[in-house]
């Protein structure tokens, strides 16, 4: 039940733009964004409910494909402070906050 | 805000030997959540909390892990006994239901079992 996430990782220069891919085999609630810098926490960026709504951060943003199940994550404009690993992370239906994150896709933005 | 606190942020153990991990979570949330991170296997929930009370402890690996949340603002996971295999880091997440979906996370504890 993992969701799965695409690329494991890409390399950037800075200004480029990016997109990370995030899929499940069953229905979602809510697709959760968090980024993790080496060493670090993850920390959140935003969620997805049900209904498609794209959420921007920044010039970070993401959408939500119900019928697909799946989410994408959009950077644009990429920055030195971009780099990181992101996770998906996707609750379902009745999961009650109980939130499974998919093996990340490791960003690395380069002057 | 102290953010959540985890003790210890090292922990280096022996095979065997009983491990004890601390959370306290930001005051007034009501959700605690326990998270394992290997490379091999990225980021586990292993169990998690809702008002003190266990939810959802389909995460945890074996017996020998076990979780506890005995008031508001602390929580321990124990291993015991620890093997190598347990080596990970291993993070506490607080959220505050009502309010937002965000997970707080703490800083993380690495655990290394020889």
């Known amino acids: 039940q993992q969701p799965v996430q695409s690329p494991q990782a890409v390399i950037l220069r800075e200004g480029e733009d990016a997109v990370i891919n995030c899929s499940s085999s069953?229905?979602?609630?809510?697709v959760h964004w968090y980024r993790q810098k080496h060493g670090e926490a993850p920390v959140f960026l935003m969620i997805?409910?049900?209904?498609?709504e794209q959420k921007g951060h920044d010039k970070i943003s993401a959408s939500f494909n119900e019928k697909k199940q799946q989410s994408s994550l959009y950077l644009t404009a990429s920055q030195l402070s971009y780099s990181g690993t992101y996770f998906c992370?996707?609750?379902?239906?009745?999961?009650?906050?109980?939130?499974?994150f998919g093996t990340g896709t490791k960003l690395q933005v380069i002057p | 805000d102290a953010g959540v606190i985890q003790s210890p942020r090292h922990e280096v153990t022996e095979m065997g030997q009983e491990v004890t991990l601390r959370c306290k979570p930001i005051s007034g949330h009501n959700s605690l959540f326990w998270y394992r991170q290997t490379m091999m296997r990225g980021l586990e929930l292993l169990i998690y909390f809702n008002n003190n009370v266990p939810i959802d402890d389909s995460g945890m690996p074996e017996d020998r892990f076990s979780a506890k949340m005995p008031n508001a603002s602390f929580s321990t996971l124990k291993i015991q006994p620890s093997e190598p295999r347990d080596s990970a880091v291993y993070f506490c997440a607080s959220r505050k239901t009502q309010d937002s979906y965000e997970q707080y996370f703490g800083p993380g504890t690495r655990l290394t079992v020889t």
């Open positions: 997805l409910l049900k209904g498609g």
């Open positions: 992370g996707t609750e379902f239906p009745g999961g009650y906050q109980k939130v499974t």
């Open positions: 069953k229905a979602l609630y809510s």
